[in-house]
């Protein structure tokens, strides 16, 4: 306990502040020392940020599918789960596991990653309840990118503008648990909807994938764009190469665990019933 709570306080003056109660279970923690000890050995801080993501991503394979990992207890909390992802929380734990290796050896522990997960996941880097989190992937690029963490590409490689009302959460809060009686995370949730709706949205289209796949990185994170009513993307992964040709890394609930797509990208979503197409983001 004393050792984490020195690293707590290290961190506090060197990096990112830690503003939330973490939850973490203990295999979530063994699991996650684990990781940092195998990341150390095969020494990918030596890596480019945006090349390290792809090959971080790949020592998940076959690691458990697992739904609503965040939705723990009646308030949010700083879920750090590690033993098994939903898509999101996938690209999430591999880009905040990425950017651990971006500083000194002595900070790569539970509370440095804690702190990452948390800039990442929340509006502005800072937990403040249900509302806070960014729940919709667009936002989750955009408040990712104002960061200096990222930078959305889709433009950049050929994709093309497009219009859509993002409002799914709004106007599905039934569906969601801590949204009903909390007029506060609605209000929240109708906001950050509102930003994403004056955007301007992009996306590669299917049938254009093929086309533009050569700009498309190993580390690259993929989201797929839907044509579900008020949403914004179905699922996100991240891209890796295979016989140079790019395939998605993602956590597959049809499969019930993280795999690499069986057939190049443009060829997966060549059929697709409920995608039109992908936005691309690429770690600075």
């Known amino acids: 306990m004393f ?70 207890g009646e308030k949010e909390e700083l879920v750090v789960n590690f033993v098994g992802f939903d898509c999101t929380t996938f690209v999430e734990s591999v880009t ?21 997960l948390e800039r990442l996941r929340y509006r502005g880097g800072q937990l403040s309840g249900y509302g806070s989190r960014l729940h919709y992937f667009t936002e989750w690029v955009i408040d990712n990118e104002e960061k200096g963490i990222l930078k959305d590409i889709t433009e950049e490689i050929g994709g093309e503008t497009y219009e859509k009302e993002i409002n799914f959460m709004s106007t599905h809060i039934s569906s969601y648990k801590r949204l009903i009686n909390n007029d506060k995370a609605v209000d929240t949730i109708k906001t950050a909807e509102s930003k994403i709706n004056q955007q301007q949205l992009s996306q590669v289209y299917i049938k254009n994938i093929a086309s533009v796949e050569s700009k498309i990185k190993e580390g690259d994170i993929i989201a797929l764009v839907t044509k579900i009513g008020g949403l914004d993307v179905s699922h996100v992964g991240i891209a890796v190469k295979k016989l140079n040709r790019i395939h998605l890394l993602h956590a597959s609930q049809s499969s019930g665990k993280v795999v690499i797509t069986n057939k190049p990208l443009a060829e997966w979503l060549r059929n697709s019933k409920i995608n039109t197409g992908i936005t691309v983001a690429r770690l600075n």
Do not use: W
Request: glycine content about 2%; aromatic content about 12%; charged content about 20%.
């Open 3 to 72: 050792r984490y709570f020195f690293s707590f306080i290290i961190t506090l003056f060197i990096t990112f502040s830690l503003q939330a109660q973490i939850v973490c279970s203990n295999a979530s923690k063994l699991a996650l020392s684990k990781k940092i000890e195998e990341l150390n050995k095969s020494k990918v801080d030596t890596f480019s940020v945006a090349l390290r993501e792809g090959n971080i991503a790949r020592t998940f394979l076959d690691t458990p599918y697992l739904e609503k990992t965040l939705e723990v």
């Open 96 to 116: 905040a596991m990425n950017l651990l290796f971006n500083n000194d050896a002595s900070l790569r522990n539970l509370n440095h990653y804690a702190s990452i």
